[in-house]
Structures are given as C-alpha cells and as structure tokens.
C-alpha cells in the first residue's frame, strides 16, 4: 500500500519561514521523481518544485531563489525549505511521487495548508 504524507504547514507571517516535510512509502523511493505542488483557493494546482533521485531539481520561477526542495533516499522523504514568505504562497501544497519516466504523478499526499498572512 502507498502512502505519501506531508506535515509541517501552518500560519507565518510574510517574510518569515516554513519547513515541509513528505514522507513516503510503499513505493522504491530511489526510482521516482518528488514534486512539490500547490492549489490556492478558486485557482488551478500549480507546479513549485521538483527532485530527482540524483538530486537534481528544478523550481517554479515564482519561488526560485526562495524555496528549496531535498531529498533523504535513505529515510523516503523529501522536504520543502521556505524562507521569505509571501502572502501569495498561501495554498494547500501537495506532495507528489511519479515514476521518472512518467509525465503524470502516480501518487499523491492528503495536502498540507500554508497560510501566509500578518
């Protein structure tokens, strides 16, 4: 059985940080790309970040410079570093798992909210 869990959402003021965490399993860690996604009230989810099991990774223009994604092959678990914070980065973000030589993303976490708001 699959299952992807993120934790580590909440409140934080605009400037300040937030650390996601998303742990999977039931799955070979190691042969699939990580991803980061989010999904603000009344809009579409969108792309933030994403990881391969290399390490190689790539970012949403809105957020490079200020997220950074990780990854632990060893414990099956990839985080999201957020620092400087903007009231628009508010969205339920979503942690999802895709073999790397699939377009779509086969698994997917229950969301984390992340509220940006003074």
């Known amino acids: 059985q699959v299952q992807v869990v993120e934790s580590g959402g909440g409140l934080v003021q605009p400037g300040g940080s937030l650390r996601l965490s998303c742990a999977a399993s039931?799955?070979?860690?190691?042969?699939?790309?990580m991803g980061w996604y989010r999904q603000a009230p009344g809009k579409q989810r969108e792309f933030v970040a994403s990881?391969?099991?290399?390490?190689?990774?790539n970012y949403a223009d809105s957020v490079k410079g200020r997220f950074t994604i990780s990854r632990d092959n060893a414990k099956n678990t990839v985080d999201l570093q957020m620092n400087s914070l903007k009231p628009e980065d508010t969205a339920v973000y979503y942690c999802?798992?895709?073999?790397?030589?699939?377009?779509?993303?086969?698994?997917w976490g229950q969301g984390a909210q992340v509220t940006v708001s003074s």
């Open positions: 999802g798992a895709r073999l790397s030589y699939h377009v779509s993303y086969d698994y």
């Open positions: 039931g799955i070979i860690f190691s042969s699939y790309v």
């Open positions: 990881i391969t099991s290399g390490g190689n990774t």
